[in-house]
């Protein structure tokens, strides 16, 4: 599992695991019921023992990992903040570019319009040095063939960041 992803995941209210993982699957759908609960607690150890968030235990004083409620420290907060900001791609996952979209809105720490926005400038600007480098190339030419799919991949891209602007277009005006 992404370490942003749960940290941004955390960005909005401290929370137990569990609750992270019920807002995961949430978020994410049929795709999110294959996650494996461990695989959440493994990585919010992780993050734990990098700085990036804190663990108390919970007030009704159980000994349990699940009952633990972790909470970004500053220095999980800028990481986050630097996800929220990153547009390389194909780097991100779909799902991943969603999670982003949907994190940064329920915490408050930017505009998902504005990410879509960001990042559909970026897939112009690979599609259009993406297309120069395929039209320069003979025709038949194996690195021919390579180009074009990744100018088929990044209109694909885009035509789905339209998708997400309007949905989150629509959220906005409360339609």
């Known amino acids: 599992m992404q370490q942003e992803v749960v940290l941004a995941m955390l960005a909005k209210e401290p929370s137990h695991g569990y609750e992270l993982r019920a807002r995961l699957r949430d978020a994410l759908g049929p795709l999110g019921e294959a996650m494996n609960a461990g695989q959440v ?3 919010l150890t992780r993050l734990e023992r990098a700085g990036l968030l804190t663990a108390e235990r919970s007030a009704d004083g159980a000994d349990r990992a699940d009952r633990k409620v972790y909470a970004l420290t500053p220095d999980g907060q800028q990481r986050v903040a630097a996800w929220i900001a990153e547009t390389s791609w194909p780097k991100p996952d779909l ?15 930017a505009d998902p319009l504005a990410i879509v926005d960001t990042q559909r400038r970026e897939l112009l600007r690979r599609l259009r040095d993406a297309q120069r480098a395929a039209m ?3 025709e038949h030419s194996a690195a021919a063939l390579l180009l074009e799919g990744i100018v088929l991949r990044l209109q694909a891209d885009l035509r789905w960041l339209e998708a997400c602007e309007r949905t989150w277009t629509q959220r906005r005006s409360g339609s």
């Open 136 to 138: 320069a190339e003979p």
């Open 95 to 109: 799902a991943e570019f969603h999670l982003k979209l949907i994190a940064a809105a329920a915490a408050g720490l």
């Open 41 to 43: 607690y493994v990585t």
